[in-house]
């Protein structure tokens, strides 16, 4: 069975940091490597949107992500993560695992893990 656990959400002032990890098991994932690992995230009333993406090929950042987050991978870990600087109340959403092979014609989702930020 397939699985992306995220974690590391929560409650955070204005100016402070979060880091997020998503963990991926299951058979699809023996080859984890090459999987394009991302971070999306969806506000209430708002359309899912991507964070950042990383893969073999580098890393792709959002516009409002550049300089604040850094996503990185442990492939012997099977494991992406998301660390979120300078965190804004707009940066308030749910925030989405997504691991995706085109080559395997797969893309999964995990069932996302909360960020709040006060202002």
């Known amino acids: 069975q397939v699985q992306l656990v995220e974690s590391g959400g929560g409650l955070v002032q204005a100016g402070g940091s979060l880091r997020l990890s998503c963990a991926a098991s299951?058979?699809?994932?023996?080859?984890?490597?090459?999987?394009?690992m991302g971070w999306y995230r969806q506000a209430p009333e708002k359309q899912r949107e991507l964070v950042a993406a990383?893969?073999?090929?580098?890393?792709n950042y959002a516009e409002f992500a550049k300089g604040r987050f850094t996503i990185s991978r442990d492939n012997a870990k099977n494991t992406v993560y998301l660390q979120m600087n300078s965190l804004k109340p707009e940066d308030t959403a749910v925030y989405y695992c997504?691991?995706?092979?085109?080559?395997?014609?797969?893309?999964?989702w995990g069932q996302g893990t909360q960020v709040t930020v006060s202002s």
């Open positions: 990383v893969s073999s090929g580098g890393t």
């Open positions: 299951g058979r699809s994932f023996s080859t984890f490597g090459t999987f394009v």
């Open positions: 997504n691991a995706h092979s085109t080559f395997r014609s797969v893309n999964y």
